[in-house]
Every structure is written in structure tokens, then in C-alpha cells.
């Protein structure tokens, strides 16, 4: 399968596809604060950010208002409401891309839907009641990601497998069979392995080099490494020095089957995975 329908617009998945991040969180914005809302001057910033990330090669922009670290706080419903659909709105309606809604909430998925999302990204795989037919009722694609432990808050406490390709193969397919019994066709369904999610540094790594075992599902995998704690641990980088370690994963990914990445940076992410599909695959362009 090689097109996604997400809403509108139709990605073409026999080329890597990048998707951007785009958090609307308070620490995202300088007009942040507790009470955080979607004011005017954060929607105009979250535009201006798209933009550019859509001028830098994305085909996706990942919208969440939720944070996802380990050990985050919990937002309402509405707060999360509140910061991602005036967001989603402006996207859809000024830039031809497809916006993803990053959510695990069956009343964000509805208004995400409504407000002319193309994806929904649920890091806990549709577990909250209502999800599964929240989604089932939209025409959406689904991203399914695998995480040990029931929620962010938790996951990190102690993560442990004995053979992880093979747990995270086995839950990833337990979760594409409750799809389909729900009415969600396997054309509508995309599969994350979870990096960060539940995982050790070791683990991480391990489901890196033998993220190829994951082609037997079938179905086209997202990958997000961007910036996480593996490659701090990897190379003792702070978050704002792991760019190069973050491409090197993206080369790997890319060489293993991944289809659609989720990143912060962009621009460089895109060089390096035309790079590698060029390597992988030749390249269609004339040389200059
Ligand atoms: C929201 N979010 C944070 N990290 C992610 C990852 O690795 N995959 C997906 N699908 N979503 C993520």
C-alpha cells in the first residue's frame, strides 16, 4: 500500500514522507503561562512554525497538546481542546499539508476530525474508552504506537522484555486486529514502534537495528527519535546538541523501512533521508 487518505489530501508512501512537530504546549510559546489558552498570538506563531517546516519539505505537521515525557503533567480535555483546535483550523485552511492531530482523547479526535485533521497520532493506541469508535467513525488514518506501561507518566519506571521486536511486533498486531474488528480498514492503519516509549537505552537501540522485522505487518511505519533520551544517553548530549544524533537514527530508520518520520528539525531531516533513498534506491534526478 503505498497511499494514505488522510482526509482531503493523499500522501504517497512509496516516498519517505516527513512530518513535523509542532507542540502547542505552554512551554512552546513566550505568551505561555499556567492557564495556558490558544491565544491569537500563539495560533499566529503555531502558523508561522508550519510554515516553515512546510517550506523546509514536510508533508505533515504533528499537532499535540498534550505532553508526552515521561513523568508530564496531565491535561483536561478541554485545555487540550483548547490548544489544538484554533490551531488545526488555521493549518488546514492556510497550508496544503496534511495536519496530524497527536491525541489520545476520543473528544479530540472527533473535533480534530471536524476541523479537517488527516491523521490521528495516538502514542497509547486507541486504549481510552471511546477511541476505538471515535476513530472508527471518522474516514482518518490511525497511527498506532506500541508503549510498555499504561501511560507516559509510568512507562519509564522499569521497562522490561525478553525479546522486544517480538513484544512490540505481537502488541502492534493485537492492536491492528481490534482496528479491523472495529471497522477501521488496514488501509487506514500505521504502525510506531514506540522509540522512548517504555524502552531503555538498550532497548531503543535494540529495536533500531532490527526494525526491519517489523516489515512482516504489513503495514507502513512512522518512526520518531527526534531529539529523545536515546540519543542523549548514546552521546551525553542535552536536548539542543542531539541533531546529529537524531539524523544518524533517521538514516537507519529510513534504510529499515520506516515511512514516515517525525521530527523537530526539518530541513536537514529531509536532506538526509533523500540522501538515503538516493543511496538506497537511485536517484531520479538529473546530476547537475
Ligand atoms: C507524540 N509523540 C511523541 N513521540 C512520538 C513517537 O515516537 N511516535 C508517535 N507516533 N508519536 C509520538
Redesign the pocket.
Known amino acids: 500500500m503505498t497511499q494514505l487518505k488522510c482526509a482531503s489530501r493523499t500522501l504517497d508512501l512509496s516516498r519517505v514522507q516527513v512530518m513535523g512537530i509542532l507542540n502547542v504546549t505552554p512551554d512552546s510559546f513566550s505568551d505561555g503561562g499556567h492557564l495556558y489558552r490558544a491565544s491569537k498570538l500563539s495560533v499566529e506563531q503555531a502558523l508561522v512554525h508550519a510554515a516553515a517546516m512546510l517550506s523546509d519539505g514536510a508533508s505533515m505537521i ?1 499537532v ?1 497538546g498534550e505532553s ?1 515525557r515521561p513523568g508530564a503533567a496531565p491535561v483536561s480535555v478541554q485545555e487540550e481542546l483548547d490548544r489544538v483546535i484554533p490551531v488545526i483550523e488555521r493549518l488546514t485552511a492556510e497550508l496544503d499539508v496534511v495536519v496530524s492531530v ?1 491525541t489520545s482523547a476520543p473528544e479530540v479526535m472527533r473535533e480534530a476530525a471536524a476541523a479537517g485533521a488527516g491523521l490521528i ?1 495516538d ?1 497509547r493506541s486507541l486504549a481510552r474508552e471511546g477511541a476505538l469508535e471515535a476513530v472508527a467513525k471518522t474516514d482518518l488514518p490511525v ?1 498506532l ?1 506500541h508503549m510498555q506501561g499504561v501511560s507516559p507518566a509510568t512507562m519509564q519506571l522499569a521497562p522490561s522484555y525478553e525479546d522486544i521486536l517480538a513484544e512490540v511486533s505481537d502488541f502492534l498486531s493485537r492492536q491492528v486486529a481490534r482496528c479491523v474488528t472495529a471497522g477501521i480498514a488496514r488501509e487506514r492503519i500505521v504502525l ?1 514502534p ?3 516509549f517504555g524502552k531503555t537505552l538498550e532497548h531503543n537501540l535494540t529495536l533500531l537495528r532490527r526494525m526491519n522485522e517489523l516489515d512482516a505487518l504489513g503495514l507502513p511505519l ?1 518512526v ?1 527519535t527526534s531529539r529523545k533520551s536515546m540519543i542523549g544517553q548514546a552521546l551525553g548530549r542535552e536536548v539542543d546538541s542531539r541533531l546529529a544524533g537524531s539524523l544518524a537514527t533517521v538514516a537507519l530508520a529510513v534504510e529499515r523501512g520506516g515511512r514516515i518520520i ?1 521530527v523537530h528539525d526539518v530541513a536537514a531531516t529531509v536532506d538526509v533521508v533523500r540522501m538515503t533513498e538516493a543511496v538506497l534506491y537511485g536517484c531520479e534526478q538529473e546530476q547537475a
Open positions: 504533528d499535540g508526552t497527536d497520532n502514542v497511527c504506537m510506531d514506540g522509540f522512548g512512522l520518531g517525525r
